[in-house]
């Protein structure tokens, strides 16, 4: 006898929201590249061990976060509506629970008054990256 019900997991992942995925994970890794490199010129680039210490903390958030969250439900991949609103209530607990792991990787510190300025501009600018992407993905598709 076949168990009916869906778990938790597989309610909050469908597989139309695949695209939505790959362009939000683009658009993050894109949006903390240009943040490291504003706060450490180009060089940066050449550092992948430094540039890793910014972008896997928040990444790895947002793994946790989008999905339980619902950013790549069904209902996300059926609308900008939807989906833009999922992703953005997701990105908001990821950068904020990103920041303490962030502070504790090797070479990143900074004072209270400096995470909660990070935590802001990482809420506003993700959150405008994520929405202008979907948005752009559901008016193009």
Not at 14 to 40: E, K, Q, R
Not at 44 to 71: D, H, Y
Not at 80 to 87: D, G, N, S, T, V
């Amino acid at each position: 006898m076949a168990n009916s019900q869906k778990s938790f997991l597989e309610k909050r992942l469908d597989g139309d929201a695949l695209p939505l995925a790959v362009g939000d994970f683009v658009v993050l890794i894109a949006l903390l590249t240009v943040g490291a490199i504003n706060h450490h010129t180009t060089a940066v680039l050449s550092m992948p061990a430094e540039l890793a210490t910014t972008i896997l903390p928040f990444i790895a958030t947002w793994l946790v976060f989008a999905p339980l969250i619902g950013a790549y439900s069904a209902g996300a991949a059926e609308s900008a509506k939807a989906a833009i609103p999922l992703a953005i209530r997701s990105w908001i607990p990821s950068a904020i629970g990103g920041i303490p792991i962030w502070y504790l990787m090797p070479g990143n510190v900074t004072t209270l008054v400096g995470a909660a300025i990070f935590a802001t501009v990482l809420v506003v600018l993700g959150s405008l990256g994520l929405g202008i992407w979907r948005a752009l993905w559901f008016k193009l598709s």
